[in-house]
Structures are given as C-alpha cells and as structure tokens.
Antibody
Framework: QVQLQESGPGLVKPSETLSLTCTVS????????WSWIRQPAGKGLEWIGR???????NYNPSLKSRVTMSVDTSKNQFSLKLSSVTAADTAVYYC????????????WGQGTLVTVSS | SYELTQPPSVSVSPGQTARITCSGD??????AYWYQQKPGQAPVLVIY???ERPSGIPERFSGSSSGTTVTLTISGVQAEDEADYYC???????????FGGGTKLTVL
C-alpha cells in the first residue's frame, strides 16, 4: 500500500520560504506524477502544482512566481518550496500521487499544517 | 483564471439520491474527478475520468458529464456519506489543475 508522508517546519516567518518534503513508501516514485495541494482552515482545496519524475513541472498560475518543486527518485521523495510567504499561505499542505493511466490523484498524504507567523 | 463552480451545500434524507454539480467551460474537453473529504481527513478519490469508480468505492457513487457540467450522483445516500465533495479538472490546455469550491453534503 502506497503511503505518503509530509515533513517540514510547522511554523514559518513572513517573507521567508516554506519548505516541505514528501516521502513515498510502499511503491516506486517512478511512472507517476506528484502533486502538492493545500487547504486553509475551513476552506476549499487549492492545487499548487505537480512534478513528473522527469523533472517537468506545472504550477498554479497564481502561485507560479513563488513555487519550486523538485524530485529525488533515489530517495523516493519530492519537495515543495514556496517563497515570500504571508499569512495567506497558512494552510494544511497535502502531498499526493497522480496516476498517469487514470490521470487521477489517487493517494494523498495525511497533510501537514504550516502556519505563517512571526 | 479558470474556475469550477459547485453549489455550497446539498441536503438529502437517508435513502434518497444526492446530485452534486460542477460547472466549468473546459469540462467538455477535460476529464473531471470527484473527491470526498470528511472532517480532519485527507480527500478520497470517488470518481475519475468523469464516470469511472475506483476499486473500493461503493456502487452508489456514480458520475456523469453533459456539456460544461459534470454531476456526482450518490444513490441511496447513507449517513456515512455526509462530507465535503470537491470536483477537480484541468484548464482547456491541460496545463494546470483546478478544484471546485466544494459542496457540503448533509444527510438529514
């Protein structure tokens, strides 16, 4: 059974860079694409972006200037960096797997709360 | 930017049929996906490619598509189906993904 686990600081200061890593276990990171999605408290889901194991990326246009994603296939991990954060970036951040056959996001991590505050 | 529109809430009695719609200009060109999210939990995929059901998802969940609107139908709603439901799809070029605003399903 594939499992995804987000890790990283739970508190980030305004104007700094949010960094999260997702570790994939129970399966290979290859042949899939990997996404980040966030959800502010009490609000809906927001797609941040995705990365393929080739390194190709697609980002939410509204976040594109601040987002960088990377993948390390040797460690079965992929990462998110979001720069110049503000309080509006406070949310639960989910990492998730996309299946290139079904084209669906089919496995999600449990989510990690990141708070932006001084 | 591209948007998907869902009704904020839908209410049904147990055993009835719930229909949740999602509208977007690119839906005739792009597949839609549906996720169920219960409080404090990660979303769970219930429908992919407009109408396909993943293994393990009850048969009472079904999806359909017509023009710029896709619909998630839950037949014979059970109390355990009370949750938030989100549609997801891509912009017309398939460059980026978007989620609908979510619909809270209340089982009366």
């Amino acid at each position: 059974q594939v499992q995804l686990q987000e890790s990283g600081p739970g508190l980030v200061k305004p104007s700094e860079t949010l960094s999260l890593t997702c570790t994939v276990s129970g399966g290979s990171i290859s042949s899939y694409y990997w996404s980040w999605i966030r959800q502010p408290a009490g609000k809906g889901l927001e797609w941040i972006g995705r990365i393929y194991t080739s390194g190709s990326t697609n980002y939410n246009p509204s976040l594109k200037s601040r987002v960088t994603m990377s993948v390390d296939t040797s460690k079965n991990q992929f990462s998110l960096k979001l720069s110049s954060v503000t309080a509006a970036d406070t949310a639960v951040y989910y990492c998730a797997r996309g299946d290139t056959v079904t084209t669906a996001i089919d496995y999600w991590g449990q989510g990690t709360l990141v708070t932006v505050s001084s | 930017s591209y948007e998907l529109t869902q009704p904020p809430s839908v209410s049904v009695s147990p055993g009835q049929t719930a229909r949740i719609t999602c509208s977007g200009d690119a839906l005739p060109k792009q597949y839609a996906y549906w996720y169920q999210q219960k409080p404090g939990q990660a979303p769970v995929l219930v429908i992919y490619k407009d109408s396909e059901r993943p293994s393990g998802i009850p048969e009472r969940f079904s999806g359909s598509s017509s023009g710029t609107t896709v619909t998630l139908t839950i037949s014979g709603v059970q109390a355990e189906d009370e949750a938030d439901y989100y549609c997801q799809s891509a912009d017309s070029s398939g460059t980026y993904e978007v989620f609908g605003g979510g619909t809270k399903l209340t089982v009366l």
